[in-house]
């Protein structure tokens, strides 16, 4: 098969994956326009300071040993097989980078052969694009489960960021629907890359005391990292879920996605909608609402940058509210809590209320260090106000909706309340990709 038809395939392949952005745009070029975008192959990822790079998304292979029943290129299914050799795709990077096509790489299999066979391919394509082709843009590359640790570790010091895919929430759906995969051969590479992450902070931060040339990540919640760190996998390791493939509520979604951050140090879990891809009888027939999906990200901020812990918002067999933000919905069910005073309220406290984000209740604690704020300078910060007015006193007075039903009316009716946990355009597409 021809190398251009095989691209076809294994880019088409490689979009049901979400651990990295895409764009899904799909547009020719009309002649009077310059350049196109494609349904898949290339793909859009975020860097910390909200720059939006170009990947060339795509697969060693879609020819899989597994048969994992949501996925397209699962074993059972019939579907065209192609592979790339390392060389085509070292080849095909170094193109599309030279014309300035991508600034980077998303770089998955399938499982073919079996896991170590994939993982030696996948090491051997990155180290060549290093070692021979001095590829110096980005690189994301999978961690194949069942790997031998000694190839994933080989393979991290070639990549910017490597991802496991938990896929399923819950072990049981593992064992229904991915029967070939472990909890356990997806949790072992997982702490082995957070192990390799953390070992190679603690070493850059280390030379940087010594002054002999480490790089330190500085950061502080409103402002961009100083430097960046430079040491196997520096962006880190992502994961993504299949929501609404199991019957796993959101309650124990959110849970683990918690674990994972706290335990394995991922910088981002993606949630995917479920969408079928075959006629499993295993798997529901229609796909998963995707604005579930939506309030699913909302509540993962929430932990991520709000300082939530999961137990405080939502129980394990509990779906989330999808039709009020999750942080508009835990303060109406705590308005024992609130009004809080804009004036005096520390930072973690200004956090929780809905309409204020994190640039906001930086610039009201520096912001008071001057003297006392009224309603005009909260809006010459852009507090989103007709939200957060609600819940806040200043100086002592409310202007907001006393009578409880009337409020949550009014926020279930809010137009723009779907945004109400980002304050900010900028940060909200801060994503927490390279
Ligand atoms: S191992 Fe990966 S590629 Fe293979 S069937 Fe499972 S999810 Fe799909």
Redesign the pocket.
Known sequence: MELAERVKILSAGAKYDVSCSSSGSDRKNTGNMIGDTAACGICHSFTEDGRCISLLKILMS?D?????Q??????SNDIQRASISPQELCELTMGFYRRNYIEGLFLS???FVNPDHTMEILLQTVKTLREVCLFNGYIHLKAI?HADPALIDQASRYVDRMSV?I?LPSEQGLKKL?P??TKESILKPMKQLSDIYLNGQELANHKNLLGVGGNVLISDPVGKPKQKPNHPISAGQTTQLIIGATPDADGTILKLSQALYRLYRLKRVYYSAYMPVGNSKLLPSAPANTKRENRLYQADWLIRFYGFDVDEFISPEVNLNYDLDPKTDWALRNMDKFPIEINNAPYEVLLRVPGIGIKNAWRIVRARKSGRLGLEDLKRMKVVLKRAINFITIDGKFFGIRNYNQLNNYMLQEPNQQLSIFDDQKLSIVTGEF
């Open positions: 879609n899989c040993v597994f048969d994992c949501y996925c397209v290129n699962r074993r299999s399938a499982v489960p895919n896929e991915a070939s995969k």
